[in-house]
């Protein structure tokens, strides 16, 4: 049902879109109004996300850990599974926002089959890399194509904008060229979306939520890779607009096309969206007290600051009461305990 409602939902934004500049003529509404309130929701939905996570207090040590803690000095310990510095914790965090080091190392379950002298089938792990490199594929393609579209927000282009446009068409192939990013980013969410629906265990636990970014991003790739390689849009209007929005000096240019507007509602929809799903990991991952905290409590204690004063019964204090019961009893005392004094 999730998918159903997701696929319609996308379906619609493009159809409002659609409607709203080809029939209705609110080329201002899409091309101005709704880029500015998408951006505004944006920035106010994520430095709302920020704050409420920096305000989250930490009075634990709660790092994931995957590997042998610093100990004895001839153990030898593991630095990224187990960081016992913050530095060692700042490598691991890295490795995880470049390269999906914990996902790459990610297992699959599955249930052996039951084997011919009786036994009783078990469960195995398999290796899952197929999973890393469709994720790294699609976060490296979306940013190669978020960052050369910066050449339309810039005059002039900036020569690492330039680079980047440049590497992605290192093919040369076709007119207009081919870039790469565009084509992988499609393919790595088609990739993403797929495996949420062939595998039986994970379409069962998949909601709207988890749907819908999925399909949106293909409406937003699939859109740009329309309007580049098969209908074609007016390229200096579009950066006419995007340099007006960002100059807040807003101007529809004639003649981009409603193809261009859809494209351009998606984005905004994928924006607003955004600081309330769970695409937010983007930014929550560098407040994960899992992955950034350091594994040192065998070498520092760490004073819950929530503590508050509570009257302790010592087992001093214990045996003072008790003294001549345990006695009776056959109870051993501890010597450094004084007499109760004859009191029961």
Not at 256 to 270: A, P, Q, R, Y
């Amino acid at each position: 049902m999730g998918i159903i409602c997701a696929l319609f939902l996308v379906i619609g934004l493009v159809l409002i879109a659609w409607a709203g500049v080809q029939g209705l003529g609110l080329s201002y509404l899409f091309g101005v109004l709704i880029p500015y309130t998408a951006m505004v929701i944006f920035f106010l939905g994520v430095l709302a996300r920020l704050l409420k996570w920096a305000r989250i207090p930490n009075p634990f040590v709660i790092p994931t850990t995957g590997g042998q803690q610093k100990s004895l000095s001839w153990i030898k310990p593991s630095r990224l599974d187990n960081p016992s510095t913050r530095g060692q914790a700042l490598g691991r965090l890295l490795s995880e926002v470049f390269l999906f080091r914990s996902l790459f190392r990610n297992l699959s379950p599955r249930v052996a089959p039951a084997r011919k002298n009786g036994q009783q089938p078990g469960l195995t792990f398999a290796s899952a890399k197929w999973l890393w490199l469709f994720a790294i594929l699609f976060h490296y393609a979306m940013f190669a194509t978020v960052f050369r579209h910066l050449r339309f927000f810039t005059n002039p282009v900036p020569w690492p904008v330039k680079m980047a446009e440049a590497l992605d068409g290192w093919l040369e192939v076709g007119i207009p060229e081919i870039l790469i990013s565009g084509l992988v980013l499609l393919m790595a969410v088609s990739l993403l979306l797929a495996r949420r629906l062939l595998i039986p265990r994970l379409r069962y636990i998949s909601l709207l939520n988890d749907y819908f970014p999925l399909f949106l991003l293909i409406g937003i790739a699939g859109t740009g890779a329309l309007m580049r390689y098969v209908v074609g849009i007016d390229a200096s209007g579009a950066k006419q607009l995007a340099m007006g929005l960002i100059s807040f000096n807003p101007v529809i240019p004639e003649g981009i096309g409603s193809l261009f507007f859809i494209h351009f509602f998606l984005v905004c929809t994928l924006l607003a969206y955004l600081p309330f799903s769970k695409l937010m990991h983007t930014g929550g991952i560098f407040f994960s007290p899992t992955r950034t905290m350091p594994n040192n409590s065998r070498a520092v204690f760490h004073e819950n600051p929530w503590n508050y004063p509570v009257k302790f019964h010592t087992y001093q204090a214990y045996e003072n009461e008790f003294h001549d019961k345990m006695v009776e009893a056959g109870i051993p005392l501890d010597e450094a305990t004084p007499p109760s004094n004859g009191k029961d």
